[in-house]
């Protein structure tokens, strides 16, 4: 609707600015806005017609209204205003789609303006003009009432009707048939001081017409002629309408004459009311013959029109005529929804047959199996209580008509929708005859409504209804549904038997253990499993009992359980037997819990664990390593050696050599004096995975000589695991003396690190992470949360000494930053102990040292629990002085909050002067929402309701995510009224979370839930821009455009500040500019704002690429990993720099994952980004090279260049960056196998690539030696002229490659017969003003008479001349250029 | 006085590999015993949920014990039960949330 648009218009013009602010930016474009259809629609006005399906246009006519209010500028009004514009964009919303309002909609619109206080005359307005023809699901009886229920409510809440209201009743009255006094109604306008206008008088007439009183509306039409008002054609329609129902067809023919002699022509307004006069007479004759006439004027009935006639007829008692009309209509596509409105009106009046015919004709494509047109019909068939037979029959006509696809399927599920019992179990038979399954969990809707109600008798009826469809009740029927309704289990089997329904005596006592489980009752598990005779698999339990055990603390029923489960035949009989079955059960308990809980019972789980060994309970090991896995990533890897006892040995692979073969293959080959180092690391390896300690280390003892780097390493983390750090640390030691250099990974850095401090081998534990940081360990992101957890178990111990001196040493070396989080442990160390002072005082000693205030909510809360006033006085000095009074007043608040001290903490936020703080309020309630604290975040939001600046809809937004984690849909419903309440316009977000909670209780959801055009909208300012935004914003563009970075920065900053959000646009502008000004951590600070304030920010495709470079410069490769994901996902191709610049970095680090991974990221947009695939084949060479896996970095690249289906071309397969970077890092083991591998490639597959490109990779870094002994070794290289000449060409482009170029003719010589290599031999020199070596070229060429080209002498006599030389020939006269072009050009023709 | 530091360690900790499909759009007449047979052709289905609270609301999740099984039932074009075509995505990993914990850093 374009009216809707007229106020941003207005305000955009208004504004004047050339950068719009978000928030007209959405109203302007945004969709889901109402566009022209209504209008459209409206196109043919006529006021009196008593029409059916004229209506539309009342929202354009509102709108206008509201335009006018908008202008005036007083806040009251604009919020007015915009509870308006949500209201008519609902019912807009819904008009446009479907032509009609739901009921509901309505409703909930009247409610809301209700609750608004004191609504305007324009929403009046609007829900009155709904309560006609724009409700066909509604009797028209019922309609009236609805609009007179309106009218009188919000005349009490104040609401002044106008004439326009007047005339909107009297529309309604007429299309809802609706009987009344006209004269009443002019007396009472009269007493509420209001003049009828024309439109009055015209729709007065129209009542009495439809009524048949020519009488009344004689007298009307006297009125109108005093006061001189005109007769339009409306009157005169009315007229045919009144004389035809005062039985005179005669005269209302004749008002069509009349009208001509007074000068009207009567337009389709007129025909069709005289068409329907005929058609309420049955006279389908006069209906042709007129319609005929129409045909041949130049008038045109619409397909409404004849919808009209239909309806005229069928109420009338004449369905027989209808098909004649139907053959009329066109069908055109936008007079579908009245079509559909006249189905439903049809089926409201109980005219449901002629509904279908109607129906059944509707030209709907039929082709596409997806289209289920008729679906409206039949759900407001089942509405009406349309009788089940007949129902049925429209189903079976629906499917041959293809208009549903599965009708019957789809009234079931509106009659269970509806709770109809009764209907629901005809149509459920009627499946069933069809061959349909009928499944149990149909009804449970059903069941779930008596539920909610505790209704027993419902229950009962439910399931009877069950039986007698022949469906049995299942557990979940049972435990869901059935029991919750009943005090006890045993009052259920007693109901259901008192009742006559019968159940499966198996089913029910299996479902009565799964909701005894659930509660926790394993005492009733153990004896119902111990005393059960019917057989049952033990998975069918396994959800429940996991349940149970999570909430039972009682060990022993959990081993006796499982052991039950374990070795009785009744429960594990299904293959695959009882070993997997508990070993999943057990990897889904643990898996169930949280790392927290597992945490917390981990002595518990282990106590566990070690009675079922003692019962000889056994798990597969696949599942144990699933275990093992789950248990490492809850930081928990202690309890894996207490799993590991339980893991079924004898059944472990086959197909692998058990320990004890490859102990004695040991033995043999120690016997026989073979090398034994790598047997010797398997045997350790694979012990270490059984986790047998004592037999790894004896191993070790007795073979002490043959032991590898690998080894040790395999064996220091099974000592840390099994928190055995007296042998963990002299195995590190042995392990330092083997090779000093060697790095452990970095888990096993950081299990050393806890297994030490915990034994209190602090100075050990500290010195590993000085070694962490001498090694260059890499640090990540586990590491650090790693790092909290040694801290923090240590902390719960009361170590003090361990926590403060980790802490310290982690920091000072700058393993990790001081955060919050990783310095909480050393408050949490006194708050365990309850240790308050010393608490406090640690928390203030972190702020002086890191300027982090740790757990400083938990130390203000503690301090009140304890009433300490004058610690809470010492803290509050501190921070207010520190961080503010503001942060000090909401420090205080939410500890206040936290410890249910409410009025206090309303007093703290009622302080004069404290305005909202966004960020510490989400902090608040994100905690209350990951805490489940239902009750303080409601506090939160009701104290808050008065505090400046506050955006309540974000507050209320928070707890409706915490209803929604509890499924509240009750308190849901209420914040929705609150809201409303609180005249809180909501975002759309808001709206969607609202709807999803409601919906997912299979509640009615009041309102159009906006739909998600982009992901979620994090901001929408309401207000207007200031002037103050855009100049900010100018001045920042400005400052972009003359590339004054430190300017456009800091106008950033002061709009950050005042909380000014500017467009996309203008972030990635400075963006960009930040970034080609190196200003990384600036630039990253606006993207981070942006991303927070505009959802949906990104970064265009030059400014990604920019923000990898430099990403990878500051080594945040992760980050620049990240960056590099998000530009793909826009479908931006990166520059080929950035990409290669990132792969390089990973590749350095020894990250092959990384390099895989982007591998996939730009897999098939290779060339679009121009990346050769030897750069990843040389970065993860490389990668698993820095790792010390040289044999696979090695066997894949002579497997690539060897295999059959070959990707890359051997003649193109380079190596050299490769080379050169292990070259360059000295990696002298790598480069020996490297060297091997080249020869060997060249020896045994004649692939001289590889080895050339090494060879002149050593020359080049100047390894002369190296290089001669590989020719020396491998000759060909010699022949490979065109990779020497290219080597050559790439090097002379460079300065200070003279030296390089003369070792490699050094030794090469042949290639001074090359007229390309001498060319670049002479550049080279010529660039490094090398004469010496210049003339010697020279003169060997000479000795040659090779014949020198111009551009070969013109350099060389250059370079003699700048020396002060002689040149001993005639110089070439020309320029280079000159004989450049020319040698270029006579190459070209030799070709 | 723990639950802070378990927050971290919840807020870290990801799905990640676990080989799980989200289905939508399931009619109303299956539910996880049907979705699990559809299911098997790909792959052993470790666990099928799908949540009811009287009707589902056309959601479920199919564990399969691996990548290759889930990556089987995403290559297959059309899954369709009664009659109607679900959609079959990928379960996304949570995305991690950082060891921010509080509120105190950001507030300065």
């Known amino acids: ?1391 | 006085m723990a639950a802070s530091a378990a927050r971290v360690a919840v807020a870290l900790r990801t799905n990640i590999g676990r080989p799980v499909a989200f289905v939508r759009k399931i009619p109303w007449t299956a539910a996880s015993s049907e979705l699990r047979e559809h299911f098997a052709q790909f792959g052993h289905v470790r666990k099928c949920t799908v949540p009811f609270t009287g009707f589902h609301k056309g959601m479920g999740w199919i564990h399969f014990s691996s990548e290759e099984e889930l990556h089987n039932a995403l290559q297959q074009e059309n899954h369709i039960i009664d009659g109607v075509k679900l959609h079959v995505q990928p379960q996304k990993p949570k995305a991690l949330q950082g060891d921010q914990t509080s509120d105190e850093e950001k507030d300065f």
Request: neutral net charge; charged residues 25%; glycine residues 4%.
């Open chain 1, 1 to 1391: 609707m374009a009216a809707l648009l007229r106020p941003a218009r207005w305000l955009l013009r208004a504004a004047a600015a050339p950068y719009l602010p978000l928030s007209l930016r959405l109203l302007a474009g945004g969709p889901g806005r109402p566009d022209a259809a209504v209008c459209l629609r409206a196109a043919r006005a006529r006021p009196v017609a008593g029409g059916l399906l004229s209506q539309a246009r009342l929202h354009s006519i509102a709108a206008e209204k509201k335009n006018y209010l908008q202008e005036e500028p007083t806040s009251s009004h604009r919020r007015n205003a915009s509870q308006f514009d949500w209201a008519l964009m609902r019912l807009d919303n819904s008009v446009r789609r479907t032509g009609r309002i739901p009921k509901t909609l309505l409703q909930k619109v009247f409610d809301n303006t209700c609750h608004s206080g004191s609504p305007g005359g324009n929403q009046a307005l609007l829900l009155l003009r709904s309560c006609g023809s724009l409700l066909p699901e509604l009797k028209l009886s019922e309609r009236t009432e609805f609009a007179h229920k309106i009218w009188d409510e919000l005349q009490k809440l104040g609401t002044v009707y106008d004439v326009s209201h007047y005339n909107a009743l009297l529309k309604v009255y007429l299309q809802n048939d609706h009987k009344f006094s006209p004269t009443d109604f002019l007396a009472r306008m009269e007493k509420g001081n209001i003049q009828p206008n024309r439109v009055t008088y015209q729709r007065l007439i129209a009542a009495y017409c439809n009524m048949g009183d020519i009488e009344g509306a004689s007298t009307i039409l006297g009125f109108m002629k005093t006061k001189d008002l005109p007769v339009t054609e409306a009157v005169f329609s009315a007229l045919v309408t009144g004389h035809a129902r005062s039985g005179d067809m005669e005269n209302a023919e004749n008002i069509l004459t009349v009208m001509k002699e007074a000068g009207i022509e009567p337009g389709p307004d007129t025909y069709l009311a005289l068409l329907n006069a005929y058609a309420e007479k049955g006279d389908i004759d006069h209906v042709k013959q007129t319609l005929e006439k129409v045909e041949k004027s130049d008038l045109y009935l619409m397909d409404r029109d004849l919808l009209q006639i239909i309806l005229s007829f069928s109420k009338a008692g004449y369905p027989q005529y209808v098909p004649e009309i139907l053959e009329k209509i066109t069908y055109e596509r936008r007079y579908i929804p009245d079509t559909m409105n006249l189905i439903l009106l049809l089926v409201t009046e109980k005219l449901e047959d002629t509904a279908l015919q109607i129906l059944l004709a509707c030209p709907i494509s039929r082709e596409s199996s997806q289209n289920d047109f008729g679906s409206f019909f039949l759900r407001h068939c089942v509405t009406m209580n349309t009788p089940a037979e007949k129902l049925k029959d429209y189903c079976k006509k629906l499917k041959e008509a293809q208009l549903h696809t599965s009708p019957l399927q789809f009234t079931l599920q509106c009659a269970l929708v509806a709770q109809k019992l009764d209907l629901a179990k005809v149509l459920m038979k009627a499946l069933k005859e069809e061959g349909f399954p009928i499944r149990t969990h149909y009804f449970w809707p059903l069941l779930v409504g008596h539920q909610k109600e505790k209704n027993v008798q419902g229950i009962v009826e439910v399931l009877k209804g069950m039986h007698e469809i022949g469906v049995t009740p299942d557990q979940e029927t049972y435990v869901n549904y059935v029991f919750p309704c009943f005090d006890s289990i045993k009052s259920v089997r007693a109901v259901l038997q008192e009742n006559g329904c019968p159940h499966d005596d198996n089913v029910f006592s299996q479902a009565e253990l799964r909701s005894k489980a659930v509660n926790g009752n394993l005492d009733y598990i153990l004896s119902f499993l111990e005393s059960n005779t019917l057989p049952f698999s033990f998975s069918s339990l396994r959800g429940s009992l996991i349940l149970g055990f999570r909430r039972s603390m009682n060990i022993n029923l959990w081993s006796k359980i499982t052991e039950l489960l374990y070795k009785d035949g009744r429960y594990c009989q299904e293959p695959p037997g009882p070993t997997e079955a508990v070993g999943y059960f057990l990897y889904n308990l643990i898996d169930s819990m949280s790392d927290s809980e597992v945490q917390a019972k981990e002595e518990r789980l282990r106590q566990y664990f070690h009675q079922l060994k003692e019962m000889n309970v056994k798990i597969p090991e696949n599942i144990y390593r699933g275990i093992r896995n789950l248990l490492d990533s809850y930081h928990v890897p202690e309890l894996i050696k207490d799993v590991n006892i339980l893991v079924e040995r004898e059944k472990t692979d086959s197909r692998k050599p058990s320990s004890s073969d490859l102990e004695s293959k040991l033995e043999k080959l120690k016997a026989e004096n073979q090398p034994i180092g790598d047997i010797l690391k398997q045997l350790i390896v694979m012990l270490c995975s059984e986790e047998n300690m004592q037999k790894a280390l004896e191993l070790k003892a007795k073979y002490e000589s043959d032991m590898v780097v690998g080894g040790y390493a395999a064996l220091i983390n099974l000592c840390c695991r099994h928190d055995n750090a007296e042998d963990a640390l002299n195995l590190k030691r042995e392990f330092d003396r083997l090779d000093s250099s060697a790095v452990l990974d970095t888990g096993k850095y950081v299990r050393l690190v806890k297994v030490l401090g915990k034994h209190g081998k602090l100075q050990d534990a500290i010195n590993i992470l000085k070694e962490m940081k001498e090694k260059d360990v890499p640090v990540k992101d586990a590491t650090v949360l790693s790092f909290f957890h040694i801290l923090n178990g240590a902390a719960l111990r009361g170590e003090t000494e361990t926590v403060k001196q980790l802490h310290e040493a982690i920091v000072t070396l700058g393993l990790a930053k001081p955060s919050t989080a990783l310095s909480s442990p050393l408050v949490t160390l006194y708050l365990e102990k309850d240790d308050l002072p010393a608490a406090l005082e640690s928390t203030i000693d972190c702020y002086e040292k890191y300027k982090i205030l740790p757990r400083i909510h938990d130390v203000l809360c503690k301090l009140i629990e304890k009433g300490e006033t004058e610690l809470i006085q010492k803290a509050m000095d501190f921070v207010s002085q520190e961080q503010g009074e503001m942060t000090m007043l909401y420090d205080l608040f939410f500890a206040f909050l936290q410890t249910g001290n409410y009025k206090e903490a309303k007093k703290i936020i009622e302080t004069p002067g404290i305005r909202a703080r966004p960020t510490r309020l989400q902090w608040f309630c994100d905690r209350c929402i990951a805490n489940n604290q239902v009750e303080t975040l409601e506090k939160l939001v009701e104290l808050t309701q008065k505090l400046f600046e506050c955006d309540r809809d974000q507050l209320y937004y928070s707890l409706l995510k915490l209803y929604k984690v509890n499924d509240d849909w009750q308190k849901a419903d209420a914040v929705w009224n609150k809201m409303q309440e609180e005249n809180i316009i909501p975002r759309e977000k808001t709206l969607r979370l609202l709807a999803e909670i409601l919906r997912n209780n299979n509640q009615e959801v009041p309102f159009d839930v906006p739909e998600l055009w982009y992901e979620e909208e994090k901001d929408c300012p309401t207000s207007l821009p200031s002037p103050v935004e855009v100049n900010l914003q100018q001045g920042l563009l400005n400052a972009c455009h003359r590339r004054r970075n430190k300017d456009a920065f800091n106008i950033f900053l002061t709009a950050k500040k005042q909380n000014i959000v500017f467009d996309n646009e203008t972030y990635a502008r400075l963006i960009n500019l930040l970034l080609m000004k190196d200003n990384s951590t600036q630039a990253m600070q606006v993207k981070d704002f942006a991303e927070t304030h505009i959802k949906g920010f990104t970064l265009n495709d030059a400014a990604n690429s920019l923000l990898i470079i430099t990403q990878v410069r500051r080594d945040y490769l992760k980050d620049a990993l990240t960056t590099l994901k998000t530009a793909l996902d826009l479908d931006q191709i990166p520059s080929r720099l950035a990409v290669t610049r990132l792969i390089q970095a990973c590749a350095l680090k020894g990250d092959t994952e990384s390099i895989h991974d982007i591998q996939k990221l730009v897999n098939g947009l290779e060339d679009s980004i121009g990346l050769s695939r030897m750069v990843f084949i040389n970065n993860i060479a490389l990668a698993q090279i820095k790792n010390n896996n040289i044999d696979v970095a090695i066997e894949s690249i002579e497997n690539m260049l060897t295999s059959e289906n070959q990707t890359v071309d051997p003649q193109y397969f380079g190596l050299a960056y490769l080379f050169r970077k292990v070259i360059e890092g000295q990696l002298e083991p790598a480069l020996k196998k490297i060297s091997i591998m080249a020869e060997r490639l060249a020896n045994q597959f004649a692939v001289y690539k590889p080895v050339t490109d090494l060879f002149l990779q050593l020359v080049d870094s100047g390894k002369v030696n190296d290089a001669r002994a590989l020719l020396q070794r491998c000759g060909a290289i010699a022949e490979q002229m065109p990779i020497l000449l290219v080597f050559c060409i790439r090097n002379c482009q460079r300065p200070g490659k003279a030296p390089v170029m003369k070792s490699l003719l050094e030794l090469i010589p042949e290639l001074i017969d090359k007229e390309e290599a001498y060319t670049c031999l002479m550049k080279s020199y010529v660039f490094d003003n090398d004469v010496t070596s210049a003339k010697a070229l020279y003169e060997s060429l000479t000795a040659k008479n090779v014949k020198l080209n111009d551009l070969f002498l013109k350099r060389y006599a250059v370079l003699l001349k700048n020396a002060g030389e002689s040149v001993p020939f005639t110089e070439p006269p020309e320029s280079f250029e000159f004989y450049a072009k020319q040698l270029k050009e006579s190459k070209e023709t030799h070709l």
